[in-house]
């Protein structure tokens, strides 16, 4: 997929130490626990669990998803989600309003393709515009997207989601498909609130509601306190970062990924520039104050990130400091936005490598 | 470079209005305006002018950078001097302490490759682990870096940078080719005092010192304000952005890149909410508060971000507010990591296609 003559390549049995920094490295035993315990965790819930592709953008990685016990899958973008009908998934969610008759053509062609595609709506201008375009094809199935206390997309009131499933119900080339959310974290009462409310305005309607999915990683194992959700959404778990240790899912030993990076200055006793900028960590913050931990530094805070360099203050270091030369590990605080970056992703287990993945559906535009 | 066959093409002729979104749209006339505005202030002052190309990564817009008086080009990887110097440029300064041996070797094939291969190093470590390499091959041009004050790399005295510069004079393997800073904005004088000082010292030992390299986009017309400097990088200027313009480099009228996203939803009468997200706008804030100018609407402020939508605070609107299914433009805060997003750059004249760059030197790790 990205051939590249100039990358440089990694291959199975290189050892993780020798390879060429900054690059982000996965290790494959954390990585399949994380899978495995978050897939118990839905299995003893009885919740369907559809794994989110942003997180990897991997067929792959998807593959050990489905086979550990997944539903299907959740992806953002039309174009994410041919990439993964070409490698086989029949089950997959889109969360987002299809807009534009450019995105609209992939989506009907997708439909055409692929027994399980299902999209997302929160207004009567997606629903008719879907509606328009399908109405002399295979219909798609739409599920009535709910703003629950996010407060990014979907209806804001219980009574607007009965009124759009209904509308949804009574579209040409539609099919009803149930209801969705992202939570704020935390708020799982509110969204039980909001989701049952509107589950029982729409079964007063006659219209059946097959799917009520909840979401996101912040909120994974408060999945259960949902029982109207039939299912939960999330992606970072299969990687893990500092977020998440954050949020109590994970322990930093739980976190799969690592940037692998290179000391290539010390300019000050207490200043250590590597290799790693916000072309490889990017500027996600997600509230932290600093861009990422360092393995083996505690005490260590990269504090400002240029496109290539990451220039980390070990003034607060009571121990060893990195010298000039030392490769690094580091724990991201966003995954999901790393995976994004690189066009190939290496797996190891114990420091050798495994095998390098096409992060296929990386920098599709839509 | 790029083929995936799930790429969503765009072709000349196409209007960018009926681009799918999201996507970075660069106005041809813009940059090339950009081009020559700035080539004429280098040329003004004398000062030998270096484009870094990290903004686009594309060789055919290094290509115009060149026609236009640049004396050669910028990179910060090995992997990027690569992608140039097999497009044709021979005058590329890598503007990193190149450490490990996965990199030397690369740098070693590209330094028998091309004429004018320069890299740089603040420490004895640097130094001596590219003589170590050098000393059997062709001999590579180093030149010291200094910190005059950004707190990133570099030698932190006049002292220091002569003493390197000599050690590298004295080194099997190399060429001392001279001192190069990356400043904080606003601190010419300070930058002239150190550079004027350490060039003093290095001519004192009876070592020349062929280029001073001077830097930064903040800094970019305060150039003829260090007089010590034979030259200049600098890579924003190029497309230019939101912090071009609040460095007063420039009006939002020359603004070349501009980011098409489609409203999506409209939750509430104050929210609008994009498909422009942290993967296409990135999260660097550079010291603003929200991610973007959205173009006609002056008051819209995009507050928060997710990977793949943004929430645009529309309180403030006085007059019309972007609908479900607009088109907008933005103008991102930063340039730079939006090109790195993206496996191909659109460009267009008056609203249509002229071309469609890959983004050549994207995604490598080093």
């Not at 580091?330 to 970056?341: A, G, K, R």
Request: aromatic letters at 6%.
């Amino acid at each position: 997929m990205h051939n590249s003559p100039f990358a440089v390549v990694a291959k199975p049995g290189d050892k993780v130490a020798d390879l060429s920094t900054p690059r982000p490295v996965i290790d494959e035993d954390r990585m399949a626990a994380n899978i495995a315990r978050t897939q118990a965790y839905m299995d003893a819930h009885g919740i369907d669990f559809r794994p989110h592709i942003k997180t990897h953008k991997i067929p792959a990685l998807a593959a050990q998803q489905v086979a550990a016990g997944a539903k299907g899958i959740n992806c953002q973008k039309v174009t994410e989600a041919e990439v993964f009908a070409e490698a086989g998934f029949e089950d997959i969610l889109v969360t987002f309003n299809i807009i534009g008759a450019e995105k609209l053509e992939r989506l009907a062609a997708l439909n055409e393709r692929i027994s399980g595609l299902k999209v997302v709506a929160d207004s009567a201008y997606t629903v008719d515009g879907l509606s328009a375009y399908f109405a002399a094809r295979k219909p798609l199935v739409v599920l009535v997207e709910c703003d629950t206390g996010a407060g990014r997309c979907g209806v804001q009131e219980p009574a607007q989601a009965a009124a759009l499933a209904k509308r949804i119900d009574a579209a040409a080339g539609l099919a009803f498909g149930g209801l969705l959310n992202y939570p704020k974290p935390g708020a799982a009462a509110e969204v039980q609130a909001f989701l049952s409310q509107a589950l029982a305005l729409i079964e007063a309607e006659g219209v059946t509601c097959p799917i009520v999915s909840n979401g996101g990683s912040p909120s994974l194992f408060d999945a259960h306190l949902v029982p109207a959700a039939t299912e939960h959404r999330a992606g970072t778990y299969i990687y893990n970062d500092r977020s998440m240790v954050r949020a109590g899912h994970c322990t930093v030993d739980d976190c799969a990924m690592h940037i692998l990076a290179t000391v290539v200055s010390r300019p000050t006793g207490d200043r250590a520039v590597i290799d790693a900028g916000s072309k490889a960590l990017t500027s996600d913050l997600l509230g932290f104050t600093d861009y990422g931990q360092v393995v083996g530094y505690p005490q260590a805070s990269i504090t400002g990130l240029s496109e290539e360099h990451g220039v980390i203050d070990l003034s607060k270091c009571e121990g060893a400091r990195p010298q000039i030369g030392d490769k690094i590990l580091i724990i991201p605080n966003h995954t999901c936005v790393v995976s994004n970056l690189f066009d190939t992703m290496v797996f190891h287990r114990d420091g050798v490598v495994t095998r390098v993945e096409d992060v296929a559906a990386r920098g599709l535009v839509w």
